[in-house]
């Protein structure tokens, strides 16, 4: 199994439920494709570097991953056609960090 580091961007607008459907939504990706969650982050509201689909903040979710590249496939798939989903990365990572990032620690 390898890890990653997932991090993905919803809308600014969207209330705790609708957030937490999607995490929720991600979280069945991978447990039908044998991944699982390590480690969770939630960034908050930030301002992004530029507009996008007319925003200039958005909510950060980070996430480290334990699956294989199938998790990550299907787990883009989803954000790519989901509105609420603003942009989306995926980082092959050698281990988990045992500390939160700094993101976390700011906010």
Do not use: C
Not at 17 to 35: A, F
Not at 55 to 62: E, R
Request: hydrophobic share 30%.
């Amino acid at each position: 199994m390898n890890f990653y580091e997932h991090t993905y961007i919803t809308s600014p607008e969207l209330s705790f439920q609708e957030t937490d459907s999607v995490r929720k939504k991600i979280t069945d990706i991978l447990e039908k494709n044998d991944g699982k969650i390590l480690k969770e982050e939630d960034w908050g509201i930030r301002s992004l570097a530029y507009p996008i689909k007319k925003n200039s903040k958005g909510k950060y979710s980070n996430i480290y991953i334990e699956g294989n590249n199938k998790v990550i496939k299907e787990i883009e798939l989803f954000e790519r056609y989901d509105e609420r989903v603003m942009k989306f990365l995926s980082i092959k990572i050698k281990k988990i960090p045992e500390e939160s990032s700094e993101l976390v620690k700011t906010s």
